[in-house]
Nanobody, 115 residues
């Protein structure tokens, strides 16, 4: 099993920055991709960014150039640096870990962008 714990959410003004962190534990050797998804009220959950064990990344078009996903292998942690935040980024952000036989989710952390 894989356990994922997110941190770093909060309230920020438009144009501000936040950094989300996701710490993985358990059978981490099984993970080949990690990422971040988000879900706003009344909307479907959408992929924000992913990073593979090989370092390949992909992003939701709306966040390209503003968000950066990275890995900290020493701490089994994935980060999402979010800059130039917009009100449309307001959502619960969920850490995701993909293994060859399952998908794992964190509990979610709230990000609110408001003036």
């Amino acid at each position: 099993q894989v356990q994922l714990v997110e941190s770093g959410g909060g309230l920020v003004q438009p144009g501000g920055s936040l950094r989300l962190s996701c710490a993985a534990s358990g059978s981490i050797f099984r993970i080949y991709s990690m990422g971040w998804y988000r879900q706003a009220p009344g909307k479907q959950r959408e992929l924000v960014a992913t990073i593979t064990t090989g370092g390949s990344t992909n992003y939701l078009d709306f966040v390209k150039g503003r968000f950066t996903i990275s890995r900290d292998n020493a701490n089994n942690t994935v980060h999402l640096q979010m800059n130039s935040l917009k009100p449309e980024d307001t959502a619960v952000y969920y850490c995701n870990g993909q293994t060859y036989d399952g998908t794992y989710w964190g509990q979610g952390t709230q990000v609110t962008v408001s003036s």
